[in-house]
């Protein structure tokens, strides 16, 4: 039986388009060939320090090649992929390699500072290898590892099926803390045909990676490109001017680019904007929330040769639904409608479907579900109903089936393209000894969409300031996470169970 295996299309694009550039990062060009090359060194290099099929690879880089490198060695020996996002601290690291009962950490030399601290604390990570040398550590450099290894096809401790795990994705979870979101081989080669067809990623173009690949979005729109066999362009991280500079210089043809990412292009001075030819770019796709009009106005006149896919999806799954290019301008504010592949309900509480414009929360089915909740089985028991999975959105579904995004849960916040969990940050502040209450919740912001507010209630006699409190949450937090807003309050609503109510804190807020 032939089997769906992620690394596979990246195997044969090595014989059919072996001359063909695979891949461009910080003046560095690569091949399929010298790509698959450098994916076989790594795999033997990996399983010469005793990663076998199933072991935990932790990835905690930036925008880089060798990210890729990584994900498709992993997939070739059996290991599995679980990136870290790069701007966590120290113990947001360490919560993901020890729920990830991770292997292995590969970390970007500059990172050191965040991992070094707890490093002999984490429960199952006995290897380190750096990207980049340092003078702090003196753990195995990327490049000096794979050089002298073979650049033959490895082969796995034990056969892999299309079932077998390729990547823990970690997202956010009721409890604050991330939980890893188990991806397939299956599941990540369906999401990567998928929206190769959706988004018309098609061969002989060039991709853009502009956002964040330790995130399901960049990630998964980046891929197509490599299976297709065109080019892809790597960022390190994202700047709007180095990205007009790379669609104009390397005459990118399709980019990832979430809203937040959208206004920062467009809030560069008119003088800059028109020293860029970005006519090569033929799609855009958005995810993270719905584009206001004004800027979607904004693109349809700066990039006026590309389509705008605006689609609604999560890191367990890929895509739900797409808003297409000729539904722009009939449907505004919407998530469009389903993805091939996939299935929508809107249910109420008692989780069956309710009516036409009737709100009911978001649960979806298709082939590129995550199988479960990594060590999770309160999460998979609350999230998943049979081969429904729960979004935690609340939406409706007008007249014509498209679909809109009316609420989320009450602890998520949506700040950009990044969940924010408000159960974490109360966690930290609750650390605070002047704190006897605190309630964190999102406020409306221009720029992201979403910006958190901490309602704050102070023990009897307590005095503390608002910049104490955000410096409090100075590294305990990732930056974005940390409050944009503090209100002190005298008390918090909440019911006869112990249950904040936060549903009358955001009326104050509307």
């Known amino acids: 039986m032939q089997h769906m295996l992620f690394s596979d299309p990246i195997t044969l694009n090595a014989v059919r388009y072996k001359d063909r550039e695979a891949l461009s990062y910080n003046g560095l060009r690569f091949t399929y060939q010298g790509f698959n090359d450098r994916i076989n060194q790594l795999a033997h290099a990996l399983q010469s320090i005793g990663v076998n099929k199933g072991d935990k690879v932790a990835i905690m880089l930036m925008n880089c090649h060798q990210l890729f490198e990584l994900i498709f060695a992993c997939a070739k020996i059996g290991a599995v992929a679980v990136p870290v996002n790069s701007r966590f601290i120290s113990r947001e690291i360490q919560h993901v390699v020890d729920d990830s009962e991770a292997l292995l950490l590969v970390v970007d030399s500059r990172f050191l500072d965040e991992v070094l601290p707890s490093s002999e604390q984490y429960k199952t990570v006995n290897h380190f290898i750096t990207v980049g040398s340092s003078d702090k550590v003196q753990y195995p450099e990327y490049e000096e590892l794979i050089a002298n290894f073979s650049k033959e096809e490895p082969v796995p401790s034990s056969p892999l099926t299309e079932l077998d795990t390729l990547t823990i994705m970690y997202t956010g979870g009721t409890t604050g803390f991330p939980k890893g979101a188990v991806r397939s081989h299956r599941s990540m080669y369906l999401v990567t045909l998928l929206f190769s067809i959706e988004f018309q990623i098609g061969r002989l173009g060039r991709g853009l990676a502009a956002g964040p690949l330790y ?10 490109n490599l299976y297709v066999g065109n080019s892809l362009h790597i960022l390190e991280k994202f700047h709007p001017v180095e990205v007009l500079q790379a669609i104009d210089e390397e005459k990118t043809t399709t980019t990832f680019l979430a809203p937040p990412m959208l206004e920062a292009i467009f809030s560069l001075p008119e003088e800059i904007l028109r020293q860029y030819d970005v006519s090569s770019l033929k799609s855009i ?8 009009t004004s800027t979607k106005e904004k693109v349809f006149a700066y990039f006026p040769t590309a389509d705008l896919n605006e689609f609604y999806g999560a890191t367990e799954l890929g895509g739900a639904a797409n808003l297409f290019p000729e539904m722009q301008k009939d449907k505004d504010r919407s998530v469009g409608v389903p993805m091939l592949g996939m299935d929508i309900e809107l249910r ?4 069956e479907p309710v009516q036409e414009n ?22 998979n028991k609350e999230s998943f109903d049979g081969e429904w999975l729960s979004l935690g959105d609340v939406g409706v579904q007008d007249e014509d089936g498209y679909y809109y995004i009316v609420d989320r849960k009450q602890d998520m916040i949506l700040s950009g393209a990044i969940n924010v969990y408000p159960a974490e940050i109360e966690g ?3 650390e605070h000894p002047a704190i006897a209450d605190v309630a964190v919740i999102g406020i409306p912001d221009e720029k992201w969409g979403e910006v958190s507010l901490a309602a704050v209630v102070l023990r009897p006699g307590e005095k503390v300031s608002k910049e104490d409190l955000i410096e409090f949450c100075q590294g305990k937090l990732a930056k974005y996470k940390i409050p944009q807003h503090i209100d002190f309050v005298e008390e918090l609503p909440r019911s006869l169970q112990g249950k904040l109510l936060k549903f009358k804190i955001r009326k104050n807020y509307e």
């Open 215 to 224: 995130g399901a979005a960049a990630l998964s729109i980046s891929l197509p």
């Open 348 to 351: 109420n509480d008692k989780r």
């Open 285 to 292: 796709i958005s995810v993270g929330a719905p584009l206001h």
């Open 358 to 379: 009737e709100a009911g929360e978001f649960f979806v089915k298709g082939i590129t579900l995550c199988d479960e909740y990594y060590k999770r089985p309160e999460a």
């Open 428 to 430: 930290v502040l609750h």
